[in-house]
């Protein structure tokens, strides 16, 4: 258990210093009044740019971005987003085939970028295509060949190693040229991305039988640690943590739920943590019956927010992840792994035998 935590906090608990430039493309079939196709960048978790099969326009999703970048941008990666989507399409019905479908919801997916330490100047990136939410193949960008963990991939994946200049060509993106568009991008958003918002604490519960959930929100950055201590040591079971969550403003949540006796809830023998990274003080919120906040009108208190702010954060941080789920087809939720030549997008391969594209688009399988 100890060893799944630590896990938990590496995974949702990166450093302030490190950012993310990722892009993620999503084809669906099968969907009524659904676009087919749709595009998201996101810079450290912000949507900064959207496409889809319906608006047939690349548009900002910061306005930082907006003000920032002209319509040769924009121009440029409504074609990029173009070319892509007709491969996309392609590479559904050639999924279908492979996987001997017919008919049916199905997603293609693909999920690129590349991470920065601002601190340390370490750099990652990585490469990955799913399949009706499942692995299909991805890029081992240290010894530059792609595995194939399904074996509908393999074809593919002998397809894309052969092509050894596009495989140089993707490793110089995503180590050179995505950096140095996450530079730019975090300079342009720097006063929102390099910001220090500090959370508001509540302890929730729907009913004496339920677990007690500590709902940190409006904190900013992302990386937060969220947990419980029980005198004074960190609890790991009976210990359910949640998600990171967007709300609208910009600001994100985090719970983590505990079950716990009734009779435990006056012990004073338990507390919930939040670190935020950049933030030396720990916000400990200490787990008594008075400051519990239920559904039978118990009004307990914040901490340090305003009154009745963890209840309302979550249920508008809710609706902004089931809108942003919608936006990306569930291009971040179905599909849980964290892991084109200008302005961002990295230049690919379109047609079958793995030969360079001019459009900029996206392989097909």
């Keep these: 258990m100890k060893?799944?935590?630590?896990?938990?906090?590496?995974?949702?608990?990166?450093?302030?210093?490190t950012h993310s430039l990722?892009?993620?493309?999503?084809?669906?079939?099968?969907?009524p009044n659904f676009p087919e196709f749709v595009t998201v960048g996101l810079v450290d978790g912000l949507p900064i740019s959207y496409y889809d099969s319906k608006i047939r326009r690349e548009t900002p999703r910061q306005d930082w971005m907006a003000e920032t970048e002209g319509p040769e941008y924009w121009d440029q990666q409504t074609q990029v987003s173009i070319g892509s989507e007709q491969t996309f399409k392609a590479n559904i019905d050639i999924g279908k085939q492979r996987f001997n479908q017919s008919g049916g919801v199905h997603t293609v997916q693909w999920m690129y970028g590349c991470e920065w330490d601002e601190e340390t100047g370490a750099t990652d990136g990585y490469d990955q295509d799913g399949y009706d939410g499942e692995d299909f193949i991805s890029l081992d960008l240290k010894n530059l060949r792609y595995i194939a963990p399904v074996q509908q991939a393999v074809i593919t994946k002998h397809k894309w190693d052969q092509n050894r200049a596009q495989l140089e060509n993707r490793k110089h993106y995503l180590t050179q040229e995505c950096i140095d568009w996450l530079k730019k991008y975090v300079d342009y958003g720097k006063s929102t991305l390099k910001r220090t918002v500090l959370p508001s604490v509540s302890l929730l519960q729907k009913s004496p039988s339920s677990p007690v959930t500590c709902h940190a929100t409006g904190f900013y950055p992302r990386s937060v640690m969220?947990?419980?201590r029980r005198d004074g040591d960190q609890v790991y079971e009976d210990v359910e943590h949640g998600e990171v969550l967007h709300n609208e403003d910009g600001t994100f949540q985090n719970s983590v739920h505990l079950t716990v006796k009734p009779e435990d809830l006056d012990s004073g023998r338990y507390e919930c943590v939040v670190q935020?990274?950049?933030?030396q003080e720990d916000f400990v919120t200490k787990l008594e019956r008075?400051?519990?906040?239920?559904?039978?009108g118990n009004t307990g208190r914040t901490n340090?927010?305003?009154?009745?702010?963890?209840?309302s954060g979550l249920i508008i941080g809710a609706v902004v992840a089931v809108l942003l789920l919608v936006?990306?087809?569930?291009?971040?939720?179905?599909?849980?792994?964290?892991?084109?030549?200008?302005?961002?997008?990295?230049?690919a391969n379109t047609s079958d035998d793995g030969s360079n594209s001019s459009n900029n688009t996206a392989p097909k399988a």
Excluded: D, M, Q, R
């Excluded at 990722?22 to 969907?31: D, E, L, N, Q, R």
């Design 22 to 31: 990722k892009y993620f493309y999503t084809a669906t079939s099968g969907i």
């Design 290 to 296: 008075s400051v519990v906040k239920t559904n039978h």
């Design 226 to 228: 969220v947990f419980w």
């Design 3 to 17: 060893l799944l935590f630590l896990l938990f906090l590496v995974i949702n608990g990166a450093h302030a210093a």
């Design 327 to 347: 936006a990306i087809v569930c291009g971040v939720v179905i599909w849980k792994k964290k892991k084109n030549a200008k302005k961002g997008f990295a230049p």
């Design 304 to 311: 340090p927010g305003a009154e009745g702010s963890g209840s």
């Design 276 to 279: 935020l990274s950049g933030v």
